[in-house]
């Protein structure tokens, strides 16, 4: 059975930075895509970064680009993602999810298993 | 960028049948995908490739898709059916998703 499990939410101050990680179980990691997906308060999802299997792909939402580095480590089955200079809009749930095919480019793919999500504060 | 259309909500009476549309330009050309969302919970894949639902989701699940729209049906609405649901497609790379459906089966 897939498993997901984010890590790393909390309380942020405006202009920090956040450590976000998603341990994986189930199935080969190396061998998926991986993303992230954000949902603040009341609103719906938003997409913000992909990476492939080996690690050499990513991708990002441009509303984040600059702000966002998505990175994995196959060893330890772990999802990375890292954000900087944030403010209140990214108060939100972080979800990480695993594609069904190791392909980023392809618009034939989706998300079958999410994990239970973390939950960013950024206030004061 | 792509936008992806969704009605805020949708009702309907327990046993009748649910429509959910999703809107975007030539949606029918590429694959949508239909995520469930019941409350304080993460999503659920319940459609891929416009059609086809995962194993483990109810038969009463299925989507199509056409010119510029594909839409959600729930055949015989159950009260667990309750929840928000979000289509998603691709565009230029990048996953697109809608802006959600409130479904609320009374």
């Known amino acids: 059975e897939v498993e997901l499990l984010e890590s790393g939410g909390g309380l942020i101050h405006p202009g920090g930075s956040l450590r976000l990680s998603c341990v994986a179980s189930g199935f080969t990691f190396s061998s998926y895509a991986m993303t992230w997906v954000r949902q603040a308060p009341g609103k719906g999802l938003e997409w913000l970064s992909a990476?492939?299997?080996?690690?050499?792909?990513?991708s990002y939402a441009t509303s984040v680009k600059g702000r966002l580095t998505i990175s994995r480590d196959n060893s330890k089955n772990t999802l990375t993602l890292q954000m900087k200079n944030l403010g209140a809009e990214d108060t939100a749930v972080y979800y990480c999810?695993?594609?069904?095919?190791?392909?980023?480019?392809?618009?034939?793919?989706?998300?079958?298993?999410w994990g239970p999500g973390t939950l960013v504060t950024v206030s004061p | 960028s792509y936008e992806l259309t969704q009605a805020p909500s949708v009702s309907v009476s327990p046993g009748q049948t649910a429509s959910i549309p999703c809107s975007g330009d030539?949606?029918?050309?590429?694959?949508t995908s239909w995520y469930q969302q019941k409350t304080g919970q993460s999503p659920v894949l319940v459609i891929y490739?416009?059609?086809t639902r995962p194993s483990g989701i109810p038969e009463r699940f299925s989507g199509s898709s056409s010119g510029n729209t594909a839409t959600l049906t729930i055949s015989g609405t159950q009260a667990m059916d309750e929840a928000d649901y979000y289509c998603?497609?691709?565009?230029?790379?990048?996953?697109?998703f809608g802006g959600g459906t409130k479904l609320t089966v009374l």
């Open positions: 030539n949606l029918g050309n590429k694959y």
């Open positions: 999810a695993k594609y069904y095919y190791d392909i980023l480019t392809s618009p034939n793919n989706w998300l079958d298993s």
């Open positions: 998603q497609a691709w565009d230029s790379s990048t996953l697109v």
């Open positions: 490739q416009d059609g």
């Open positions: 990476i492939g299997g080996s690690g050499r792909d990513t």
